[in-house]
């Protein structure tokens, strides 16, 4: 299982806003590393959607929000569109007696109703 | 506009060596600020970070993988390559490279390639 944990799937209506949660622990997020998300279309490679927690790269659509508190983050997406539809990935650090080492959640799959 | 493209066989026997490489346009490897990596992603499945390299050869791997995995860099011809030894259908995946950047995300991709582990 992943190191950061993710819900496996989520839903909504196009217009209506939806959270997608990531919740780590004391060795990633906890520990004050930056929390990252992707979205991954349909047979595409993933694409950077929020970086350092709250970030959007150029180009990116303010219907895209993150945050990040104690060991967990969330994707606030707002305004759902079909072309939403896809999985979701959040992304850290972990550095723990094993090694220091990047990790991410198991994603989420994204239904626009 | 920087731009990575994979490159190598897409079907390996098992016990083999599975070779990988990632050619960089638009930008200079040897510039620094960066690490360059690879990720994998199991089909249906999520990610996997490999590991990744810094330009001046610098190597940091996932522990789950560290004693198969070898990344290396050619600053001359601006690539790095992945070597994953004694692979089983298990690592049969759509492997990806990626730019890690000093924030901690990876910020430009390559289109990623799948490859199959079969006999």
């Known amino acids: 299982q992943s190191v950061l944990t993710q819900p496996p799937s989520v839903s909504g209506a196009p217009g209506q806003r939806v959270t997608i949660s990531c919740t780590g622990s004391?060795?990633?997020?906890?520990?004050?590393?930056?929390v990252h998300w992707y979205q991954q279309l349909p047979g595409t490679a993933p694409k950077l959607l929020i970086y350092?927690?709250?970030n959007r790269p150029s180009g990116v659509p303010d219907r895209f929000s993150g945050s990040k508190s104690g060991t967990s983050a969330s994707l606030a997406i707002t305004g759902l569109q079909a072309e939403d539809e896809a999985d979701y990935y959040c992304?850290?650090?972990?550095?723990?007696?094993?090694?220091?080492?990047?990790?991410f959640g198991g994603g989420t799959k994204l239904t626009v109703l | 506009q920087v731009q990575l493209q994979e490159s190598g066989p897409g079907l390996v026997k098992p016990s083999q060596t599975l070779s990988l490489t990632c050619t960089v346009s638009?930008?200079?490897?040897?510039?620094?600020?960066?690490?360059w990596s690879w990720i994998r992603q199991h089909p249906g499945k999520g990610l996997e970070w490999i590991g990744y390299?810094?330009?001046?050869?610098?190597?940091y791997y996932n522990p789950s993988l560290k004693s198969r995995v070898t990344i290396s860099v050619d600053t001359s011809k601006n690539q790095f390559s992945l070597k994953l030894s004694s692979v089983t259908a298990a690592d049969t995946a759509v492997y990806y490279c990626?730019?890690?950047?000093?924030?901690?995300?990876?910020?430009?991709w390559g289109q990623g390639t799948l490859v199959t582990v079969s006999s």
């Open positions: 992304q850290s650090y972990d550095s723990s007696l094993s090694g220091s080492h990047v990790v």
């Open positions: 004391s060795s990633n997020i906890g520990a004050g590393y930056d």
């Open positions: 638009g930008g200079s490897i040897s510039s620094g600020g960066y690490y």
């Open positions: 990626a730019r890690w950047g000093v924030a901690g995300n990876f910020d430009y």
């Open positions: 350092g927690n709250s």
């Open positions: 390299i810094y330009y001046s050869g610098s190597t």
